[in-house]
């Protein structure tokens, strides 16, 4: 035990930071390996975070620092607020002990806290809101505990589903109604380890920029017999807001000032979306899917900045209720309550319907960031701020048999990220269906940068534009021309809406001849260096 260390330098200090490094995954899992390291004598007493010492590094790629490994160590020093740290009452032998402070520190290196139930966004973000959900007993936490992403902190942090399995595992309580067998402690560690591997080999080669799973699997309760599904993705070209509604409120970019123009923004989205379910009916009587899960869609995407957050809710939630499908759209400017100075940040946000045992149905929020603003964003009052975490790989589960059938993988950036040729080179080996969400102005030039990439990348990229400027596409590395524009919607301003119909096989198992899959056509040669696994 180590008797000295600087009060900064200990668990308790570092996830209390705003830019906790605790939110960069491999930076958590490295606390878990050490943790799930340690003898089980080091837990007979109680271990708090003031008790743990550790210290960040700064190195390209990790937006919150990077941690030292060989920094952890227990530290000699007065045990504060152990109680809070107790391992429940049902915990009888010393690996259950063991298990649950493990599960209890690492909890608390994400939050920074013991309030669990707590609300993670600072309170001055609500301050125009009169009501609160109210807050549970801390107490409840050593009993039964939700253990998803929306608790760890807001959509944009990195960690993967593989974090939730994790902390389900170290806390889970007798009757939490799961069937799988509870792992024991030398499993988890193997499998953390496992995956801090895969963590520093994801990460990219030329970028630097860390790559995330998240699973998009059956969004309901699944058959009981084998399954698969075609991806149906929508495309809408809204307009509101355009190009000219953001220089008429350039001293309001979050546009929450102007009551007329909300009414009208708000107006156009659920016309748009009820323009959706309208246009699903029509492409059936000519396209029909014949799928028996009864869906009429599974991916619907919006332009960039394209839906204002107070119309999530709304709107877009009961839609994806409805139909089960991911949506995948551009956030108008907003602040990030829960970084230092709450920057104005440009992101997209995927909206991903999943269902569990544990949890039931819910939607998963994971909020794509977006890196290079353009010189336009730089005029308004305030600035936005760069901010790209991570960058995010959908894993769409079209097939039951998950051994021998790896997932469709989608991606998505924010226009001007687009144009970043080192994400593109570390996404041409990673993803399976590039989308870019977009409010450019420039459509030419957006078009010959599809038509290029979806060959260098080979894979389909899709382009939504917004309806101020059309040029929305869809792009696929096909030997025949006439296959390779699967869709192009042209024309200026036009609210469209448009849909394709693609077989994951085609793509997962690309470049094997599969001309009738959907989109029609053969593949081209692969480009020099294109590596399929």
Same mark, same amino acid.
Request: negative net charge; contains cysteine; glycine residues 6%.
């Given at each position: 035990?180590?008797?000295?260390?600087?009060?900064?330098?200990?668990?308790?200090?570092?996830?209390?930071? *705003?830019?906790?490094?605790? %939110?960069?995954?491999?930076?958590?899992?490295?606390?878990?390996?050490?943790?799930?390291?340690?003898?089980?004598?080091?837990?007979?007493?109680? #271990?708090t975070p003031w008790q743990i010492s550790c210290n960040t590094t700064f190195q390209k790629g990790y937006r919150f620092g990077k941690i030292n490994p060989s920094s952890f160590g227990l530290i000699n020093?007065?045990?504060?607020?152990?109680?809070? /740290?107790?391992?429940?009452?049902?915990?009888?032998?010393?690996?259950?002990?063991?298990?649950?402070?493990?599960?209890?520190?690492?909890?608390?290196? &994400?939050?920074?806290?013991?309030?669990?139930?707590?609300? /993670?966004?600072? $309170?001055?973000?609500?301050?125009?809101?009169?009501?609160?959900?109210?807050?549970?007993?801390?107490?409840?936490?050593?009993?039964?505990?939700?253990?998803?992403?929306?608790?760890?902190?807001?959509?944009?942090?990195?960690?993967?589903? /593989?974090?939730?399995? @994790?902390?389900?595992?170290?806390?889970?309580?007798?009757?939490?109604?799961?069937?799988? $067998?509870?792992?024991?402690?030398?499993?988890?560690?193997?499998?953390?380890?496992?995956?801090?591997?895969? @963590?520093?080999?994801?990460?990219?080669? #030329?970028?630097?920029?860390? %790559?995330?799973?998240? !699973?998009?699997?059956?969004?309901?309760?699944?058959?009981?017999?084998?399954?698969?599904?075609? &991806?149906? #993705?929508?495309?809408?070209?809204?307009?509101?807001?355009?190009?000219? $509604?953001?220089?008429?409120?350039?001293?309001?970019?979050? +546009?929450?000032?102007?009551?007329?123009?909300?009414?009208?923004?708000?107006?156009?989205?659920?016309?748009?979306?009820?323009?959706?379910?309208?246009?699903?009916?029509?492409?059936?009587?000519?396209?029909?899917?014949?799928?028996?899960?009864?869906?009429?869609?599974?991916?619907?995407? /919006?332009?960039?900045?394209?839906?204002? =957050?107070?119309?999530? $809710?709304?709107?877009?939630?009961?839609?994806?209720? !409805?139909?089960?499908?991911?949506?995948?759209?551009?956030?108008?400017?907003?602040?990030?309550?829960?970084?230092?100075?709450?920057?104005?940040?440009?992101?997209? &946000?995927?909206?991903?319907?999943?269902?569990?045992?544990?949890?039931?149905?819910?939607?998963?929020?994971?909020?794509?960031?977006?890196?290079?603003?353009?010189?336009?964003?730089?005029?308004?009052?305030?600035?936005?701020?760069?901010?790209?975490?991570?960058?995010?790989?959908?894993?769409?589960?079209?097939?039951?048999d998950t051994d021998t059938h790896r997932p469709l993988v989608l991606s998505a950036s924010i226009c001007y990220d687009a144009t970043d040729l080192a994400l593109a080179s570390d996404l041409r080996s990673?993803?399976? +269906?590039?989308?870019?969400?977009?409010?450019?102005?420039?459509?030419?030039?957006?078009?010959?940068?599809?038509?290029?990439?979806?060959?260098?990348?080979? *894979?389909?990229?899709?382009?939504?534009?917004?309806?101020?400027?059309?040029?929305?596409?869809?792009?696929?590395?096909?030997?025949?021309?006439?296959?390779?524009?699967?869709?192009? &919607?042209?024309?200026?301003?036009?609210?469209?809406?448009?849909?394709?119909?693609?077989?994951?096989?085609?793509?997962?198992?690309?470049?094997?001849?599969?001309? !009738?899959?959907?989109?029609?056509?053969?593949?081209?040669?692969? =480009?020099?260096?294109?590596?399929?696994d």
């Open positions: 035990l180590s008797e000295t260390i600087k009060p900064e330098n200990n668990l308790a200090a570092l996830s209390a930071k *705003q830019e906790n490094p605790f %939110f960069e995954e491999e930076n958590f899992l490295r606390l878990a390996e050490w943790l799930l390291s340690q003898p089980v004598e080091s837990f007979e007493e109680i #271990v020093t007065a045990q504060r607020a152990a109680h809070l /740290f107790e391992p429940p009452d049902w915990c009888e032998t010393y690996e259950e002990r063991q298990r649950a402070q493990i599960g209890q520190l690492l909890r608390f290196a &994400l939050r920074g806290s013991n309030d669990l139930y707590g609300n /993670f966004i600072s $309170d001055k973000a609500f301050q125009h809101f009169r009501y609160k959900k109210p807050v549970s007993h801390w107490e409840q936490q050593r009993y039964s505990g939700f253990q998803g992403r929306s608790a760890f902190g807001p959509p944009w942090l990195p960690l993967s589903f /593989f974090t939730e399995e @994790l902390l389900f595992q170290l806390l889970r309580w007798p009757g939490a109604g799961v069937s799988t $067998d509870q792992k024991e402690l030398i499993q988890l560690k193997f499998e953390v380890k496992q995956r801090l591997e895969k @963590l520093r080999i994801q990460r990219g080669e #030329v970028s630097s920029v860390t %790559f995330l799973e998240q !699973t998009a699997s059956w969004p309901s309760r699944p058959p009981k017999e084998p399954w698969d599904r075609l &991806l149906r #993705v929508g495309v809408v070209q809204s307009i509101i807001p355009d190009f000219n $509604d953001y220089s008429a409120h350039a001293n309001d970019p979050e +546009l929450i000032n102007d009551p007329m123009f909300r009414s009208r923004q708000r107006g156009h989205l659920a016309a748009m979306i009820e323009g959706v379910s309208q246009m699903l009916r029509v492409r059936d009587t000519h396209r029909q899917q014949g799928r028996s899960d009864g869906r009429v869609i599974d991916l619907l995407v /919006f332009p960039e900045l394209a839906i204002h =957050p107070l119309d999530i $809710d709304p709107i877009v939630v009961p839609f994806i209720r !409805t139909h089960k499908c991911i949506v995948l759209f551009g956030q108008v400017y907003h602040q990030e309550h829960s970084l230092p100075g709450s920057p104005l940040i440009n992101s997209c &946000l995927w909206m991903i319907p999943q269902w569990s045992h544990a949890t039931g149905f819910q939607i998963r929020r994971i909020e794509q960031g977006k890196q290079n603003l353009t010189e336009a964003e730089t005029n308004f009052s305030p600035t936005p701020e760069s901010f790209r975490p991570v960058q995010w790989l959908v894993e769409y589960q079209w097939h039951s990673r993803s399976d +269906l590039y989308i870019v969400c977009a409010l450019n102005r420039d459509v030419g030039t957006f078009d010959r940068m599809s038509e290029g990439l979806h060959y260098h990348m080979f *894979q389909g990229v899709i382009v939504v534009n917004n309806g101020q400027f059309g040029g929305s596409s869809f792009f696929m590395p096909f030997s025949e021309t006439y296959h390779r524009q699967v869709f192009h &919607l042209h024309g200026q301003p036009q609210a469209t809406i448009a849909f394709a119909e693609i077989s994951p096989r085609k793509l997962v198992e690309r470049p094997a001849n599969m001309a !009738t899959d959907q989109p029609v056509g053969r593949w081209k040669t692969p =480009p020099a260096g294109w590596n399929p």
